[in-house]
Structure formats: C-alpha cells, structure tokens
C-alpha cells in the first residue's frame, strides 16, 4: 500500500544532480530521472561527428560512448548509461552522464541540461522517487543513507540487510498478523446487533503476548544498532599519570592527547575514532580520577564519571607499581554504582619494567586482567582483541534484527504501548469497538516504519538528511 501524499511529492518533472563526490577527481557522475530524460539527453548528446543517437531506441542497461555538446561546441567525452522504467533505481527512465572530473565541466553540463528544461534533484530527492514508485519502501529507503554513511563492517553489514529488507520483512509479518484479527473484530462490529464473535479471544492475546516479545527484542537491539553506526564508546579512566593518554595516542597511531609526566595534564574529555577488525570504536580519554582544590580539574573528573556512565565499556587503567591488588578491590567497588550496564577492562600499564612476574602473582586474583605497556605497546594488539570479544558477545545475546534508526525504536515503543493496551482490554473483556481502536492504534506505529502510514512532512524531514544526487 502506498501512502497517501499531497501531488507536490509526486511531480513528474525531470531533475539531475552531480551523484559524485565536489572536487576534481578523475570522472564525475550525473544522474538524471524523468518521464522525458530521454528526449532531453538527444538535444544534447551525440557521436564525435556531433550525430544524433535516439536514446529512446536504445536498449535498457547499456551504455553509449560520445560527446555532450551545446550546438557546435563539444563540452566533452562522456559514457551515457541508459536505464528504462521501470528497472532502474528510480523506477522512471534514468541516464547517468559519466564525465571528467573537472568542476568547470560538470558545470557546463548541469547548467545545460538545466537550460534544455531540467531541474535540480532536491536532497534526496531520487530516493524518494524509488519510494513513492515502490522501489523501496521507507526503512529500506532510510538505509540507503546509513549505508552511504557506513564507516566500519558492522555498520555496513547493518545497513545492508535493513536496505535488502530484513527488518521490513518483520514489521511487515507482525502488521498482518495483526490485520487478520483486526479485520475479523471490524467484521464482528458489522454484525453487533446480532452479538455473534468471529475473533477468538485467547488466539487474539496469544498472538499479541507474542508480538510484544518480538517488539521488545528489537526495541533492545536499538542499543546494539546505535553503537554500530555511531561507534562503540570507550572511555579510558584511571588515576593521574596511568598513562591514559599514552594509550589513546597508541590507539589512535598519533600524538593525539598531551602527554606529561606532570599529573593532571588531561582536564577535559578527548576523543577519536578507530577502526578495529570492522568494528568502530569511540576512544575517550579522561580526566584522571583523583581529588582536588583545582576547580578546573575537578569538573573534568565529573565528566570522567559522566563519561563511565554513557560508555559500553570503561578500560581502568591503572599503573602496575603503584597499586596493590587489595586496593584495587576497593577502587573496582567504588566504579561499580557507575558503570550502569557498561563492560569493565582491567588493564595493568607500564608493564616493561623486571618485576613484571611478581606484578603478574600480585594480581592472580583478577584473572581477565591484562598487563600491557602503553609507552612499549607491549600487548595492545591483545587489548584490542578483547574489546571486540566484548562487542561480539552483546551481539550474539541480541536479536539478529538490528534496529538503527531513532525514528523506528520511537514506533516500536507506541506499538509495544498500543499492544499492552490491547491486552488490558482483554483482560477486562472490553468491547469490540475499543479494542479495535487499539488494534488500530498498533496498525499505524508499525505502518509508520515502512511508510505504509506517512506525511508529507515526515517524508521531507527524512529525505532532506540525504545527500544531493542520491
């Protein structure tokens, strides 16, 4: 079913946009769509002899080597690929001009093809073409911009199977469900004068109990699919001088923090991404934790816990000559109220030292502890295998559907909101006429995901985060 919009999304025109990165680079791509993209490109594209080649005969899916030229002056050589509705990305006749990357000359050609009658693509503006044509529908349509924004495999894998449709797929079985009851209870409302009941009651909690734990699962990945295109954070705490900001700039492969042997040099939280077997992680350093007169520093140790709270994982890091393993019983017991639901590493530093067999005994009661040197970068490689063990284990214990956007975690909590509604009014034996209403009211939630159910100002406010030419 395709939504309800107002004739403004719908327009027919012909628009074209630079789908390529601004810059000089060796080739530029722009993309044209439209119902008359076809009779447009002959005006302005033809052989080297400048002889016209009817694009409208030309078969869908090949491309054609010659020049783009306004009258007798040739812009440039060019492959002009042909799509024809409806087996193209917009489902409408589709050209992509491949060029050189010169910006003069993607000028040139977009100002002319502009002046033979085109318009210029609105942010996003294909894409929602593949949507309201029913290429795509709405999640999988959102996914093509958290794939175009993919930095690591996970978030990628991700995206790709929202944009192949496994999340719709499931939304999309949950909905029917869901309308197969409610057509038998609007049928019962057809008939309620003669008090006759077509939907089984116990069938209709069954299914919804089981709909609820469907919908929570994927509520509670949305922590899970947030970190994978965000970035798992990790925040590196620990007393002054535990060599925290030696390890982000090992992390990191450069001088990124200020490191002193003056304790307290870190006042502020400083972070930077880095890629770790596919995964991305967000490294924090911050403040050391310690007590202090010196106003600045003590904000900054504020925001150090502040920082444990909002992390999935927290590495202490901590100097291995310096504690003893009962005090760091203590300081463990005194992390804990702030971790929340964040993993916590131990990570004994300044390994490189010879006592380091005695430090080792010293510390046999914390067995996943790791003895590294930041300084030596003495097993950091083993630090980094263990974060991405830790971020493997959350994905193994959640569902293998992963929610990633905002706006689908916001629909899935009225649904679930919607569902316990349905089963309170079961549970007091309402009438058929409200638990419709509820029925009703999960129908539109979920419908919200695929665009089943939209507006026009929600289309507008999701395509206009798109780039331009996509």
Same mark, same amino acid.
Do not use: C, W
């Given at each position: 079913m395709q939504p309800q919009l107002n004739t403004n999304l719908l327009n027919k025109d012909t628009i074209a946009a630079l789908a390529t990165p601004q810059g000089i680079g060796a080739i530029g791509v722009i993309r044209l769509s439209g119902a008359d993209v076809f009779n447009i490109c002959n005006t302005v594209f033809g052989t080297k002899s400048l002889r016209k080649k009817d694009l409208n005969k030309q078969a869908s899916h090949t491309i054609h080597f010659?020049?783009?030229?306004?009258g007798d002056i040739i812009i440039d050589e060019v492959l002009l690929s042909v799509f024809k509705a409806p087996h193209s990305y917009t489902s409408e006749n589709t050209i992509e001009i491949s060029c050189h990357g010169s910006k003069f000359i993607q000028q040139q050609i977009i100002q002319l093809l502009v002046r033979k009658g085109v318009r210029l693509a609105n942010p996003g503006e294909f894409t929602m073409r593949a949507f309201l044509n029913g290429k795509l529908d709405l999640s999988q349509a959102e996914a093509v911009a958290d794939l175009i924004a993919s930095n690591s495999a996970s978030s990628h894998q991700a995206a790709m199977q929202q944009m192949r449709g496994g999340f719709s797929s499931k939304i999309k079985l949950l909905r029917q469900n869901l309308i197969d009851f409610a057509s038998l209870i609007e049928l019962e409302l057809d008939f309620s004068e003669e008090d006759v009941e077509f939907a089984d009651r116990?069938?209709? $909690?069954?299914?919804?109990?089981?709909?609820?734990?469907?919908?929570?699962?994927?509520?509670? &990945?949305?922590?899970?699919?947030?970190?994978? $295109?965000?970035?798992?954070?990790?925040?590196?705490?620990?007393?002054?001088?535990?060599?925290?900001?030696t390890l982000l700039n090992v992390f990191l492969e450069e001088d990124r923090a200020i490191v002193s042997e003056i304790p307290g040099t870190t006042r502020d939280v400083i972070e930077d991404e880095i890629n770790i077997d596919g995964v991305l992680f967000r490294i924090i350093d911050t403040a050391g934790i310690r007590e202090t007169s010196d106003i600045i520093e003590s904000i900054g140790v504020e925001k150090t816990f502040e920082q444990i709270k909002l992390s999935s994982i927290a590495i202490y890091l901590f100097d291995a000559h310096e504690i003893t393993a009962s005090e760091l019983k203590l300081i463990v017991e005194e992390l804990q109220?702030?971790?929340?639901? &964040?993993?916590?590493?131990?990570?004994?530093? $300044?390994?490189?030292?010879?006592?380091?067999?005695?430090? $080792?005994?010293?510390?046999?009661?914390?067995?996943e502890m790791l003895f590294i040197s930041a300084k030596e970068r003495i097993h950091i490689d083993e630090l980094k295998k263990h974060l991405v063990q830790l971020f493997d284990n959350r994905i193994v214990n959640t569902t293998e559907t992963i929610v990633t956007n905002a706006r689908h975690v916001e629909a899935l909590r009225h649904t679930n909101s919607a569902l316990i509604k349905i089963l309170e009014g079961l549970n007091i034996n309402i009438s058929?006429?409200?638990?419709?209403?509820?029925?009703?009211?999960?129908?539109?939630?979920?419908g919200t995901i695929t665009g089943e159910i939209s507006s026009d100002d929600l289309l507008a406010n999701i395509f206009s985060r798109f780039c331009i030419g996509k």
């Open positions: 010659g020049v783009i030229h306004d116990s069938d209709l $909690k069954n299914l919804v109990l089981t709909l609820q734990r469907i919908v929570q699962r994927l509520i509670d &990945s949305f922590e899970v699919g947030n970190v994978l $295109k965000n970035g798992i954070p990790v925040a590196i705490v620990g007393k002054p001088n535990a060599g925290k900001s109220p702030h971790l929340n639901n &964040s993993s916590l590493v131990l990570a004994a530093n $300044k390994m490189d030292k010879e006592d380091a067999d005695y430090i $080792k005994r010293e510390f046999s009661d914390f067995p058929g006429d409200f638990l419709a209403m509820d029925i009703r009211s999960a129908l539109h939630y979920l």
